[in-house]
Each structure stands twice: as C-alpha cells, then as structure tokens.
C-alpha cells in the first residue's frame, strides 16, 4: 500500500529567494523504479515551471531508494477545507475573494498549458492571509498523452470532478473551472452538489443529475452569485465559462450585499 508522510524543514535553495521554508512530501511505493519515477516526472515538470504568487512552488523531485519526493513551498495556515469545517460556510464578498485568487492562479496554468485537474478545497491553503494552490501532483501539460483514469481509477475526486473526467472523456481548462464551481458551491451552502455512497456513483450522478440551486439551500446568497456557480457547473463544457479569465471578470460584476445602498 502507498505510505506517505510529509516532512517540514528549512533549506538554502539555489535560487534568488535565498532561505527558505520548505515541504517534503514523500511516498513509499514497493517496487518503485527509476523508471516508475521518471514517468511522473513530466508532470512535476508541469508544475514547476509555474510562477505565480497563487501557485505553490515545486523546487526539487526525486528518488531516494523506494521513495518519492516532492520538495514544495510551505505555507503556513489552514486549507480552506479546514476552514470551512472549522467556520461553515462563507459569505459572498469572502468567497468571490476566494475564488478569485483560485482563478487567477488557473489562469496562469491554463496559459502555460497545465490542467489542474483536482481542484477542491484541501488543495487550497487560506495561511499568511494569502491563497494558493496546490498539489498539480496530478496536473499534465496539456500536450502530454495519457488517459484519465490510474491503475482503473479516476484521477481526480469524485466530488470535485467534471463530468467530462467522470465520463473518461480529454479534459481542458473548463474542467478545473466545473471544479471550482463546485468548492464555491461547498463554500457557499457548506456541502457540495453531488454526493452518494460511493465515488464512482458520486461522480455519475454530474451525468444526469441537475445541482439544487444555492439559493434553495441558502437564501441570503445573491442572485448574480448563484448565476455565476450555476454556469461554472454546467455538464457541457461549451457552456460553462471559456477562461479563468473570463469566469473572474463575471465575478468582478457580481453585486455584493456589502455595496448596496
């Protein structure tokens, strides 16, 4: 079985950013080869090469034995899973500053060619009043071949994702949007749109279920709001928002209640 911890250190990288804290995120695979590890390392490729104050940075990865590493940015401070656990759900002007740091942080990958593709709120740190994403552990630049599911599985989790990854189907930048969809959703009404017994029946139902509106389970959150979580989950990619970009800017619109008069 995969064996997995995650040590804290502080380390001198070779970099313009001197000292630095630092993760190391480790898992045991028996068996693991140099060749095992090297075809993961395109994806590790994909997320190092990102730079953005919204992405967590990748410094190193390797092989140590049977051991895989990630080497990352520590931040300190609550997932925004965490938070909303310890907090329930948010307001609107709090989530639409959430979610836009999130967007803008896609916006920078969906450019570089990287789709996330397991955007949910525990790889979304809320520390050090800043938000970032994380974990493109399973992000792939979108010119890498490969299918969406790992030894039958989903890459993914269920209730975060697309119905185009639930259907096995190639995947872009509107999948993570369709995820981000769903976290404001969760953040919104505190439990997300999809959810059964089991992850492969949770991620059918996206197929041919339609989501309770977010009004109907929280009536203080604004229309404008609700129309613009309503489009990002949208079963077909065609309408849904066409960019990070384009998905930010409709909630830069949105009529908060904090600016009524």
């Not at 313009?16 to 028996?30: K, M």
């Not at 899973?81 to 329930?88: K, M, P, Y």
């Amino acid at each position: 079985p995969l064996i997995s911890s995650i040590t804290e250190a502080r380390a001198r990288l070779t970099s313009s950013s001197g000292s630095n804290r630092v993760r190391a995120h480790e898992w045991v695979e028996p068996g693991t080869s140099l060749a095992a590890h090297r075809a993961r390392y395109p994806q590790a490729v994909a997320a190092a090469r990102l730079s953005h104050p919204g992405v967590i940075r990748v410094f190193d990865t390797g092989l140590d034995g049977e051991t895989c590493y990630i080497v990352m940015e520590l931040v300190e401070g609550p997932t925004l899973a965490e938070s909303l656990a310890q907090r329930g759900p948010l307001d609107a002007v709090e989530t639409i500053r959430v979610a836009r740091h999130i967007l803008d942080a896609l916006s920078h990958a969906h450019a570089a060619g990287v789709v996330h593709r397991d955007v949910k709120p525990t790889n979304v740190l809320t520390g050090d009043h800043a938000v970032k994403v994380t974990d493109f552990g399973i992000a792939k630049a979108a010119f890498a071949s490969g299918d969406l599911t790992a030894t039958g599985k989903l890459l993914g989790t269920a209730k975060y994702l697309a119905p185009e990854q639930a259907a096995g189907d190639a995947v872009d930048g509107r999948a993570d949007l369709y995820a981000l969809g769903i976290v404001m959703y969760e953040m919104l009404t505190g439990r997300v749109p999809f959810e059964a017994e089991t992850d492969l029946a949770t991620a059918m139902l996206r197929l041919t279920e339609v989501p309770t509106p977010p009004r109907a389970l929280r009536s203080g959150i604004p229309r404008e709001l609700e129309t613009v979580v309503v489009r990002a989950l949208s079963r077909d990619p065609d309408d849904r928002f066409q960019s990070a970009d384009e998905m930010s800017s409709a909630l830069e619109g949105v009529d908060r209640p904090s600016e009524r008069t």
